[in-house]
């Protein structure tokens, strides 16, 4: 999946709004490294979208690196994040040559892989990122017994120079998520539309386990600690260790 301009241009514009408190959540991520890896001080962020989370993480690890497949969401964290590597690879083909202390991945990142088998493939390359007792951090989306059919959200952002509406729609299809997303903008020059659809995977937590476990790591899923602030029935945030 990727994010095309216009929509990675408003990705960061409502979240506020959104119920996302981005310094709450990358302290809830490290914190969570920490705590298996207190000397933890490298991190690669997987699928690290316009930088937002890898901003503030880098104030806590020495060392930060991301991965951002969509050009124009990488073009936003390289702007936001000057020095920072963002390295333009698939997930399910990284393959950096070094390893980290921690390598997270986070919103529903990792659901938009195709199918169960592909969600496998990337889980091991993110664990072959890892030191032997690193840390990896996963977000799922929902599972398919927490998906809500015909779930909608709308949110406001009112800038000096802009107002942009955000609606969104989601229905399942078959093991699989089809969320419409569509924006609003109002700018002194005009008016303008923009749409988004995208295809998320509806993976089990049982399909969540074997794709961590299988690679050696311990895994446990955390309950109560979903990042999206705003998405009711949220499951948690899954924890590997690397033996």
């Not at 399910?92 to 938009?112: K, P, Y």
Request: charge should be negative; charged fraction near 30%; glycine fraction near 8%.
């Amino acid at each position: 999946m990727q994010y095309g301009p216009e929509h990675a241009e408003l990705y960061d514009v409502d979240f506020p709004d959104r119920g996302k408190n981005l310094a709450a959540e990358a302290e809830t991520v490290a914190r969570l490294i920490r705590h298996h890896r207190p000397r933890a001080s490298s991190l690669l962020d997987v699928a690290c979208g316009t930088g937002t989370h890898l901003e503030i993480l880098r104030e806590t690890f020495d060392q930060v690196e991301g991965v951002e497949y969509a050009p124009a969401m990488r073009t936003i964290a390289e702007r936001r994040l000057p020095g920072v590597p963002i390295h333009p690879d698939d997930m399910r083909e990284l393959r950096l040559g070094r390893t980290f202390d921690a390598v997270v991945c986070l919103g529903n990142a990792i659901a938009c892989t195709a199918s169960a088998d592909e969600l496998r493939v990337a889980v091991d390359r993110m664990v072959d990122h890892l030191e032997p007792g690193g840390v990896l951090v996963v977000e799922p989306f929902w599972f398919p017994e927490n998906f809500i059919e015909g779930y909608v959200r709308g949110h406001l952002a009112v800038e000096e120079h802009r107002v942009v509406a955000r609606i969104t729609h989601s229905r399942r299809e078959g093991d699989r998520a089809r969320m419409e997303i569509r924006f609003v903008v109002a700018e002194p020059s005009g008016m303008r539309d923009v749409r988004e659809v995208l295809d998320i995977a509806l993976f089990t937590h049982a399909e969540y386990v074997d794709a961590i476990s299988r690679t050696g790591c311990t895994v446990e899923l955390v309950p109560g600690l979903a990042l999206d602030g705003g998405r009711p029935n949220a499951p948690g945030l899954y924890l590997g260790i690397r033996p």
